[in-house]
């Protein structure tokens, strides 16, 4: 784990440590010395601490404009034991959404488990971005992960599944990945109706 890096592509664009609105403005990091761990295995010093024991993120754009926000993540997330989503919701979240970001992309290629509890943090960011009519999109979960989250009920706040996986979002620039998944959310409004 300790050589899977946070995409760095759009680094040009946007570095959360050189952005003072962001919750990790200023953070230094250390090329050389792995500190955090999952369990007992290093990940690179590149990835955020929030207070998770097991789940660490990048926030790898943010477009205060189109009022959006690209997070990634790795590791196990935890609801259950060490309430992950708290601290997601306190330490990343609610930062950003206090200048008015409506649309979230959590990028959970790197999420290998997911241990679910209730669903009330979820249910408060869903209200958090609703009103104007933002969303909140897991992108490429593991399908052991999306099954877990659904049976946590997550899948009524937060756009997940098939329809949001196999998406080659690397290749992609910021505003045309956005474009392509308010398209799919569209189409899949479409469908229910």
């Known amino acids: 784990m300790h050589d899977i890096e946070p995409f760095y592509k759009w680094r040009e664009k946007y570095v959360a440590e050189q952005d003072q609105d962001s919750p ?19 990940v690179h ?3 955020d601490e929030f207070g998770s024991p097991t789940l660490y993120t990048k926030i790898i754009y943010v477009d205060y404009d189109d009022k959006y926000a690209c997070i990634e993540l790795i590791g196990e997330w935890n609801d259950c034991i060490t309430n992950d989503i708290m601290y997601l919701k306190r330490e990343v979240i609610d930062p950003i959404l206090r200048y008015d970001i409506d649309k979230f992309v959590l990028f959970c290629d790197n999420v290998l488990n997911f241990h679910g509890s209730d669903d009330s943090y979820y249910e408060e960011w869903y209200d958090d971005v609703k009103e104007s009519e933002g969303w909140i999109c897991f ?33 992609l620039q910021p505003k045309p990945l956005l474009n392509f998944l308010e398209t799919k959310m569209k189409l899949e409004t479409k469908k229910l109706h």
Request: charged share 25%.
């Open 24 to 42: 990790f403005y200023g953070r230094q990091y250390d090329e050389f010395k792995f500190s955090n761990k999952i369990y007992n295995y290093f």
């Open 45 to 47: 010093p590149q990835w």
């Open 139 to 171: 992108v490429n979960t593991l399908d052991h992960v999306k099954t877990e989250m659904e049976s946590s009920s997550i899948d009524h706040y937060v756009k997940l599944g098939y329809d949001y996986n196999e998406i080659i979002w690397r290749a």
